[in-house]
C-alpha cells in the first residue's frame, strides 16, 4: 500500500487524527507501506512508528504538538453559529483559519475568518468566533492552525451544526439605527409564502418597497437605502400570510 500525503491527503489525516488535539497520539503504518509525505506538508503525532518506506519532501514531527486544544464547540442562536476552543499549550502559533463546508456531497471546505493566536505560551487561551446569518442546512466546522513558518494542522468539530426552519414569522430591527442612510433589516419565514417589507413616512404614505415576493422557508436580510429620502423618523411593515409587524427606524444624514 502506497500513502501519498500532499494537501489535500494530510487534511484528511488530520481531520481525523486530531479531533481535539489529545494529549497523546499515535500513528502506526502497517509492513510494507510506502509513505510519500509531499514538500510543504507534515505528519505529525507524539509517536510515529514506519513499517515501511519513506520518501518526500515533507516531514515527519513527533513529540509535543505546536498547540494543544482541551475544547472545541459550538452552539446556535437562531442562524448563528458560535464557536469556542481552549488551548492549554501554544508553540509558535500564528492563529486560526476558520472553517466550514455543509454535509452535502463535494461541499468543500471555505474560510470562512481568521482569528490571531498567541504565539508561545504555557498558559490556557480561549477563543472565540461567531459565523452570522446562515442559510438553513447542516454544517461542519474544522480549525486550521497556522504556526509563523508556515506549517498547520487541523482540529475537526464533532458533530455537525443544523441552522434548523423558522418556527415563526418575525422581523428584526434595523441596524445600524438611526442609519446614515443605509442599514439592513432581518426577517425570517416558516413557511414558503409571498412576503411584503414596505417602509412609510409618518404620514403613511409609501417611500420604499423592500421586498415582495414569494419566500422560501429561512432566515433572510434586506438592505434598505434612504439616500433619496429627508432625515426622519420613518416606520416599516411586514405582511406575510397574515402575520403583520410593524417597526421604527430613524434616518439621519
Not at 4 to 31: D, P
Not at 122 to 150: A, F, H, M, W
Amino acid at each position: 500500500m502506497k500513502l501519498i500525503y500532499g494537501i489535500m491527503l494530510l487534511t484528511f489525516l488530520f481531520s481525523k487524527e486530531l479531533l481535539y488535539s489529545q494529549a497523546y497520539s499515535e500513528i502506526i503504518y502497517e509492513a510494507g507501506t510506502q509513505i510519500e509525505v509531499q514538500a510543504g506538508a507534515d505528519v505529525c503525532a507524539t509517536n510515529i512508528i514506519v513499517n515501511g518506506s519513506f520518501s518526500g519532501g515533507g516531514t515527519f514531527c513527533t513529540g509535543a504538538l505546536p498547540v494543544t486544544l482541551s475544547e472545541f464547540s459550538a452552539s446556535t442562536n437562531k442562524n448563528n453559529v458560535m464557536l469556542r476552543w481552549k488551548t492549554e499549550i501554544e508553540q509558535n502559533n500564528s492563529g486560526f483559519d476558520i472553517e466550514r463546508r455543509t454535509n452535502e456531497n463535494g461541499s468543500v471546505w471555505m474560510k470562512t475568518a481568521f482569528i490571531q493566536g498567541n504565539g508561545t505560551t504555557n498558559e490556557p487561551k480561549v477563543y472565540s468566533y461567531t459565523d452570522k446569518k446562515l442559510q438553513t442546512g447542516i454544517y461542519q466546522y474544522r480549525l486550521k492552525q497556522i504556526d509563523y513558518n508556515g506549517n498547520y494542522e487541523y482540529f475537526s468539530l464533532q458533530g455537525d451544526v443544523n441552522i434548523s426552519k423558522p418556527t415563526e414569522f418575525s422581523i428584526g430591527q434595523n441596524y445600524p439605527n438611526p442609519s446614515n442612510p443605509k442599514s439592513t433589516i432581518d426577517y425570517q419565514m416558516p413557511v414558503k409564502s409571498r412576503v411584503n417589507i414596505s417602509v412609510y413616512n409618518m404620514l403613511g404614505q409609501l417611500v420604499s418597497q423592500l421586498v415582495n415576493e414569494v419566500k422560501e422557508p429561512g432566515h433572510y436580510s434586506v438592505e434598505f437605502d434612504g439616500g433619496n429620502l429627508a432625515s426622519g423618523t420613518y416606520l416599516y411593515r411586514i405582511i406575510s400570510e397574515g402575520f403583520t409587524e410593524v417597526k421604527k427606524m430613524i434616518l439621519v444624514k
